[in-house]
């Protein structure tokens, strides 16, 4: 059985995030691949950083054994998945599950090697450097990196991460009958605009003032679980710690508190078809 320990925490209105730590680092591309194919994610990924696969490569060939099976097929999908590159485009490429699985197993056989050889050493970006300058915020590649400290997704360094894709949870609408039934009651306890139509209690005793109710009224869908049948977009990153370990992270930006309790109850039952356990902490 695989194990992880998983645990999500609120930033704001507009970010939320989740994280599941990987005690089992040999098993890594096993437990990412099982969590992507547990039936709660679409099966589409992309590919949102590319830099780590070019360096990878490099490092096999520079160093590898060409005794090593994990390194031939690491090695395999990491020259297929480059030769998708294309310089000239905005557009990520797609990466399928089994190649994210033979390159992070050899990535958790390797872990020390690569961390000795600072093969995953990024410095920030100059957006980076402009807004987390504006904090005072010093940051070293090498260090630890806490994505907590990080009010924005785009601020978060790149230092150590390994692979980042960009999914997506699979829409209400696509959940089996009673997971529908019990995704609907974990957004009811978050989303206030549906607690409004519904007539349900405003969350946390809060009521809405009259600005609030304007922009709801404005932008919200006629029906307010239609934005709920669309697949829920989130990001993942596995990234390599100082310590050898590894730690999988992401983040959703769709009015990350309201929609919340959806991404709470999905990532949960993913979670438990990989056999981790979940926590939520709050911060405010």
């Excluded at 096999?60 to 030769?83: F, N, S």
């Excluded at 490429?93 to 033979?102: C, D, K, L, P």
Aim: charged share 30%; with cysteine; hydrophobic share 35%.
């Amino acid at each position: 059985m695989l194990k992880a320990h998983w645990s999500g925490y609120e930033i704001d209105s507009s970010e939320a995030a989740y994280e599941v730590k990987a005690p089992q680092p040999e098993e890594l591309g096993t437990l990412v691949r099982t969590l992507l194919t547990s039936g709660y994610f679409v099966r589409s990924y992309y590919l949102l950083f590319e830099e780590p696969m070019n360096r990878l490569r490099d490092f096999i060939k520079e160093r590898g054994d060409p005794q090593d099976k994990l390194a031939a097929k690491a090695l395999e999908y990491l020259d297929k998945q480059i030769d998708k590159f294309d310089p000239t485009s905005y557009r990520a490429s797609r990466i399928g599950v089994r190649a994210t699985q033979a390159i992070l197993n050899y990535m958790g056989a390797h872990r020390q090697e690569l961390l000795d050889a600072e093969i995953f050493r990024f410095e920030l970006t100059e957006n980076q450097e402009d807004v987390l300058g504006d904090f005072g915020f010093e940051f070293e590649p090498g260090q630890w990196v806490s994505e907590t400290d990080f009010y924005s997704e785009t601020e978060i360094p790149f230092d150590g991460v390994v692979l980042c894709l960009g999914c997506s949870l699979v829409g209400l609408n696509k959940l089996e009958p009673e997971d529908q039934r019990k995704a609907k009651a974990a957004v009811r306890r978050t989303d206030i605009m549906i607690q409004e139509e519904e007539g349900r209690p405003r969350m946390g005793g809060r009521g809405l003032d009259e600005m609030d109710m304007f922009f709801s009224s404005m932008f919200s869908p006629r029906d307010p679980w239609e934005s709920y049948n669309r697949p829920q977009m989130l990001s993942l990153r596995v990234r390599l710690n100082p310590d050898a370990t590894f730690i999988v992270t992401g983040r959703w930006m769709d009015d990350g508190q309201f929609s919340y309790g959806y991404y709470d109850y999905v990532l949960s039952r993913a979670a438990k078809k990989v056999g981790a356990k979940m926590s939520l902490h709050m911060i405010h």
